[in-house]
């Protein structure tokens, strides 16, 4: 009788021990990107651009991230291009139903209903659609630190804009371990691009290993008006890339490193 209630209470004393070994805390991966790189990323609903921008970049073994907007009025043909976009390696973000200004929303609105008006109804259609989403850009860059903590409950990475800095270390456009990221605009006419800043911007990401973040709109290959980036300067960063032996990252490919 009492070599039973031994057994029985070694038997106890060792489960206790297993479960408090699985409550462990596992330490979180800080693995660090070995190699400096570009994440190209592409604001709005360009769809038949990007589709026809990626014919050309191929070659380059390239990657990017589509943060694509107004996802209810894309025609069928264009979410079987945003799918085969992804099948190929390039991912596909969120960009708000209505590419509203959340920053401004969220002045007359709560965050419960600029999520509920914005973004749960973008994310039902996006995964409807097989478009497997898992981070956002802000419209317009406007975000706020509320909207940060909300948006971040539902996507692994946001990305913000930076805007209006000269010096590539004062940027802010790198990676720096945050799953709140900024971009450097390459459209034609954003104030501060201009061929020879993007080239300090990729030799920075280069000398300190770091990956740098940059956005377009609409790829064209001549320039009409705004928000508009010229293939030619894409062309211009895949081939610093591939000369350089940089990698191309996609945005999601970041929640690795954080
Ligand atoms: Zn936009």
Redo the contacts with the bound molecule.
Sequence with gaps: MKISILKILLLCTFFVFISCEKEQPIPKSKAKPKIAGVILSF??AYINEWFATNQQLKKYGWKGTF?V?RIHNLKHYQIKKLLELQNEGHEIGG??LN?LNAADYTRVHTINEYMKDEINPMLHLMHFYGLKVSSF?Y??GGRTQKLDAALLKKFKVVRGRAFNEEVADKQGCYFNHSNLIFSFSIDDTHNDFNIPHLLKLLDFAKKHNKILILNS?KTVNEVTGD?QTENKTLEYVCQYVKRNKLRFYTVSDLNKFQ
């Design positions: 604001d709005d943060f907007c960009h708000g590419h850009a419209p317009y709109h928000y």
